[in-house]
């Protein structure tokens, strides 16, 4: 199954915004509402930190936004700091044999 | 506190089985869906199978379909993976998850475990 599409790595200074994206297909991230987004630390678990485009978590920072056109999903982080440096990954349902699909992940570096 | 505490990872060889367990604390476990998602070390997630609450409905990935099973004992709080025909790409670390808010969002992780595939 063929991951959602995101940049490789993005890095910004500390204070700055920053956008990931997600691409994907009208089989998934364009036809659902159903986009999750997840920060994961080396060696630990990864973290919810959006789900359903828009939604946050309780817990999670209102510095987390996500956001959804077309077939293109996207995580904005502002007012970036040290301990937002970790790697992000997108998920969407997905018709047909596979459910769900995770992203090719993001690695966030805070300059 | 919720809690999801994988176990039953190691070594195995090609073409051998292994059944990982999830045991689970906290939260009412026969409420929520739950999921198995799969990380080779240093590289992305992978979605791996999901489970309905009280196990009508189950779906796998079609890198798995055939060899995984994922099933669930609610009595008992737990979660299993079944995995039979082992491939060496199927060597990862393990994740179950608890899926809230619906469509696949996982609000709580384990800590996973470590699945080897080699001769």
């Known amino acids: 199954q063929s991951a959602l599409t995101q940049p490789a790595s993005v890095s910004e200074s500390p204070g700055q915004s920053i956008t990931i994206s997600c691409s994907g297909t009208?089989?998934?991230?364009?036809?659902?509402?159903?986009v999750s987004w997840y920060q994961q630390h080396p060696g630990k678990a990864p973290r919810l930190m959006i789900y359903?485009?828009?939604n946050r978590p309780s817990g999670v920072s209102n510095r987390f936004s996500g956001s959804k056109s077309g077939n293109t999903a996207s995580l904005s982080i502002s007012g970036l700091q040290a301990e937002d440096e970790a790697d992000y990954y997108c998920?969407?349902?997905?018709?047909?044999?596979?459910?769900?699909?995770f992203g090719t992940g993001t690695k966030v570096t805070v300059l | 506190e919720v809690r999801l505490v994988e176990s039953g990872g190691g070594l195995v060889q090609p073409g051998g089985s292994l059944r990982l367990s999830c045991a689970a604390s906290?939260?009412?476990?026969?409420?929520?869906?739950m999921t198995w998602v799969r990380q080779v070390p240093g590289k992305g997630l992978e979605w791996v199978a999901n489970?309905?609450?009280?196990?009508?409905?189950?779906s796998s990935a079609e890198s798995v379909q055939g060899r995984f099973t994922i099933s669930r004992d609610n009595a008992k709080n737990s979660l299993y993976l079944q995995m039979n025909s082992l491939r060496a790409e199927d060597t990862a670390v393990y994740y179950c998850?608890?899926?809230?808010?619906?469509?696949?969002?996982?609000?709580?992780w384990g800590q996973g475990t470590l699945v080897t595939v080699s001769s």
């Open positions: 998850a608890r899926d809230s808010y619906g469509w696949g969002s996982h609000d709580y």
């Open positions: 359903q485009v828009s």
């Open positions: 906290g939260f009412n476990f026969g409420a929520y869906w």
């Open positions: 489970i309905k609450e009280d196990e009508s409905e189950m």
């Open positions: 998920s969407s349902y997905r018709r047909g044999s596979t459910s769900y699909v």
């Open positions: 009208s089989r998934d991230i364009g036809g659902y509402n159903s």
